[in-house]
């Protein structure tokens, strides 16, 4: 049955769906029960600057719709946050309760459930409507949500409201026989106990300053204006008249002509110079200006560094420009933005399009740097910045997966510069070097050393290498031996949990919550996997030799099959470190959002930003000290879950702008 909770006399006439409640009956039920699914409907997205229209409350038999305008929910506070809340997206609803002074942190999402079951396989959808036809056999009819927020508060939308939650009960059990079929249970109640932290980041948003970031721009204008100064002066120096203006008269200078900003016409150039811009991706050739595949050239074309300059300053004036003045918000005066919860990886990710409003959020992990564009984000006034992160997270990571005795001597002895350290081992004319001596006087074994090893822990190989370092492949083949010779425990490291990947159709992403990032072309590798026996192989040879017709089509397959096991073994070596880390840190997020909570801080201390292996927080500059102390201390007992050989450290500073 539906209740109504409200003042509006007039949304009973002539009503069959639902029935007169109070707050107090709600309340009643409140009490008798330990977990309840929730639910809310607004006329807006934006908790600073939109209202709630109604709250919903329930479970398969009772629903109870509270008119928001009318009635005050803040008194659900006590019941509301000591029992567990289901509901769907609840990042969403939490910000807008927030606003309310209700902090809900005991909950099960069932769309956050669904992106753990399901991640790594795109086409799985984890709408309410997709989830409810998987689990229970019909799909919810959610055309009435375009129309809410002109609509209002309507008999229709009180029956849809509660149909939001009416299900949620039987999808939650279903979920979890899911979990247990799949030991997910543990990734799960991580991931339900970070969203409310997540919710709170997106709700505090992160002070930018206007007239720092307008001056940020001036500079950065005037860079591209340079760039595309140098590229067109070097074809005028080179005499490359197709490329020049036509002069009309004496008073009208000779120019490039080149658009620097199309493709198509940078790439005819490029050709002309020699330069090869042929790429193939997912089987397909095309041709290529894009930095990764130019700039292995750039030793023969030294142009190629100055396209790239130009292109880098393009980018920094078209991403970090007008678009972020535009995102401040009007209430807070701040910039929010918006987090997707669970990648393939395990990771967050910031920013896109939303796909009802349009509005192209902030990439908050991808602002750059640099002390111009970080200055620019800012504590209020009378507050400061704890800025933490973990130091060399991934490597200490993966030094606990693997165990390598020379990592753990790095570790261990306290060595100091991992790059020189990494570069000590491969190459044997280092040997009995000081790190200090390599770091300053061997700057290119340093750099090689650095560029392989983060190569080889994603999934790189030595043509990978030689790429990235512009060598032969013959020399990168070599300098990747060299590197398994020197740290033979990430070899056996590496070809277990390659083998983990192959055999199991997914990647173990962390043995401590059994997180899983499912492959959705596993199936088909395995397909092919089977057909690749001894007889297919000497037919493909003799297909080879002969030029039969058969070939176009063997030859497909052959490259499909080391594309699947090439991926799946790229992933088996990146996913775990990448997704363990990611664990770290929302466990950390975790405990200092409890402080927060536990503390009454709310919206006095302020989680701003999170970014992979770094958090940043707000308070109030008396606090600052104790808050930062705080924050060590979260991040350490976090790093404690993975890295208990190697210990995951963490040092807070404390600052009035962001900085790195």
Not at 554 to 567: I, N
Request: net charge neutral; charged share 30%.
């Amino acid at each position: 049955m539906i209740y109504l909770i409200t003042q509006q006399a007039e949304l009973f006439k002539d009503n069959l769906v639902y029935e007169k409640s109070t707050v107090t009956a709600l309340i009643q039920y409140l009490k008798s029960v330990l977990e309840t699914c929730l639910d809310t409907e607004t006329n807006g997205f934006d908790p600073h600057t939109k209202e709630l229209l109604s709250l919903q409350i329930g479970d398969a038999t009772n629903q109870y719709v509270i008119d928001c305008k009318t009635v005050d929910i803040s008194v659900l506070k006590p019941y509301l946050e000591n029992i567990l809340i289901v509901g769907q997206n609840l990042k969403f609803d939490l910000k807008f309760l927030f606003k309310k002074g209700i902090y809900l942190r005991k909950i099960w999402d069932t769309m956050v459930v669904e992106k753990v079951l399901y991640c790594g396989l795109p086409e799985i959808r984890v709408g309410l409507d997709s989830i409810t036809e998987r689990y229970l056999g019909f799909k919810l009819d959610k055309s009435v949500r375009a129309e809410i927020q002109k609509e209002g508060l309507t008999s229709r939308v009180i029956k849809y409201g509660a149909d939001d939650i009416k299900f949620l009960p039987a999808i939650k059990e279903k979920q979890i026989e899911a979990l247990i079929a799949k030991e997910l249970k543990g990734t799960v109640n991580l991931e339900n106990r970070f969203t409310p932290c997540l919710a709170y980041i997106e709700y505090c948003g992160f002070k930018l300053d206007r007239d720092k970031w307008l001056a940020k721009m001036e500079k950065d204008a005037l860079k591209l204006k340079q760039a595309q100064e140098v590229l067109n002066q070097w074809i005028m120096n080179k005499g490359l008249v197709k490329y020049f203006t036509q002069q009309i008269s004496l008073f009208d200078p000779v120019s490039c002509k080149i658009n620097w900003s199309s493709s198509k016409q940078v790439i005819e150039l490029f050709e002309e110079l020699g330069i090869n811009c042929r790429v193939v991706e997912k089987g397909v050739a095309k041709k290529s200006v894009e930095a990764g595949n130019i700039e292995k050239q750039k030793g023969r074309f030294p142009f190629i560094g100055l396209y790239l300059e130009y292109k880098k300053a393009e980018k920094v004036v078209s991403t970090y420009g007008e678009n972020f003045l535009k995102q401040i918000n009007p209430v807070t005066g701040r910039v929010h933005s918006n987090f997707k919860q669970i990648m393939d990886t395990g990771r967050l990710s910031s920013g896109g399009k939303d796909k009802i409003t349009k509005e192209e959020y902030i990439n908050f992990q991808n602002i750059p740097k640099d002390p111009e564009t970080r200055g620019c984000f800012v504590a209020e006034p009378g507050n400061v910045l704890i800025i933490s992160d973990y130091s060399g997270q991934e490597q200490v990571v993966l030094a606990n997966f693997s165990m390598d005795r020379n990592l753990l001597k790095f570790y261990d002895e306290g060595l100091g510069d991992m790059h020189a350290f990494v570069a000590s081992k491969m190459y044997p004319q280092l040997d009995g070097l000081t790190l200090d001596i390599i770091k300053s006087q061997y700057k290119e074994e340093r750099q090689e050393a650095k560029i392989t090893g983060f190569t080889i822990n994603y999934g790189g190989v030595g043509q990978t290498i030689a790429d990235q370092l512009g060598k032969a492949k013959e020399d990168g083949e070599r300098i990747y031996n060299a590197y398994f010779v020197a740290f033979p425990g990430l070899r056996a490291h590496f070809d277990k949990v390659k083998k983990q990947g192959l055999r199991d159709g997914y990647i173990l992403i962390s043995t401590l919550t059994k997180r899983k990032s499912y492959l959705p072309f596993f199936k088909e590798f395995k397909e092919l996997e089977a057909e690749m026996d001894s007889d297919f192989w000497e037919i493909y040879r003799s297909a080879k030799e002969n030029g039969t017709p058969d070939l176009p089509r063997l030859k497909e397959k052959v490259s499909r099959y080391f594309m699947y096991k090439g991926d799946v073994e790229r992933k088996s070596l990146n996913f775990p470190i990448q997704g363990s880390s990611a664990e770290i840190t929302k466990v950390s997020c975790v405990h200092i959002f409890d402080y927060i909570i536990d503390n009454g801080l709310f919206d006095i201390v302020k989680f701003v930003n999170t970014i992979h292996d770094e958090n940043v927080l707000e308070a109030p500059i008396d606090q600052g000290e104790l808050i930062s102390q705080m924050v060590k201390k979260a991040m350490f007992k976090a790093g404690q879950l993975h890295c208990k050989r190697v210990p995951l450290k963490a040092e807070p500073e404390l600052s009035y702008y962001w900085k790195k």
